[in-house]
């Protein structure tokens, strides 16, 4: 384990309460605030998570509408997409209020796909947050070392380091993994989108 990933991985262990009563607040003021408006649904929601600043996905999100035929009931897919800068030096964390800004799009759970860098998978790993896809990396044949393994050896995150698609949308494609949100398989459908998107990003690699 790297000083910066045990550094982050204390940071977070020590926070984590306070962090999480933080953004359950405002994620309960946001829920609120949205009851009061017209809101279109989300069909796909994707958090993206990484020591680059400034990330604009809207080429991410274009190509992906392009390519990919999304299930929807709107006249047009809607997808979201919503990166949080993370700083390098965990001492700098705290001042960006990265932690809790993931948190905050946690608990909207608008977000079904995860490109995420190293530190927040490990930070998130025993947290169940992460779908087992297994099955997936499988039948693609992702090799051991492109696997992030859970507590209880599955599956739940795949490398996208180098890859083409993330590489033609400008988007950073170094120490980042791909996951699906965790559900349970009633709920399977809500989250095609994020399972067709995973499929069509990992076969680009």
């Known amino acids: 384990m790297t000083d910066t990933k045990a550094t982050f991985a204390d940071f977070w262990h020590y926070n984590k309460f306070k962090i999480i009563i933080v953004a359950a607040i405002i994620a309960f003021v946001a ?13 796909l929601g994707i958090l993206h998570v990484s020591e680059v600043s400034g990330v604009d996905g809207t080429a991410f999100v274009d190509m992906l509408q392009s390519e990919i035929a999304l299930a929807t009931n709107q006249e047009k897919p809607n997808v ?60 693609y044949g992702i090799a051991e070392y492109d696997r992030y393994i859970g507590p209880n050896g599955e599956t739940i995150a795949i490398s996208v380091d180098g890859n ?34 995973a499929e069509y990003i990992i076969k680009e690699k």
């Open 31 to 43: 829920f609120a605030l949205s009851q009061c408006s017209y809101g279109t649904e989300v069909d």
């Open 80 to 139: 979201e997409f919503v990166s949080v800068y993370v700083p390098t030096d965990p001492r700098f964390v705290a001042e960006t209020g990265a932690l809790e800004k993931i948190q905050l799009e946690l608990a909207r759970g608008n977000s079904t796909l995860f490109v995420l860098d190293e530190e927040t998978i490990y930070s998130y790993a025993g947290e169940e947050l992460f779908h087992d896809i297994t099955a997936l990396a499988d039948s």
């Open 164 to 197: 083409s698609f993330l590489e033609k949308c400008s988007l950073e494609n170094k120490s980042l993994y791909l996951a699906i949100r965790a559900h349970d398989e009633d709920d399977a459908s809500k989250y095609q989108n994020a399972y067709k998107s």
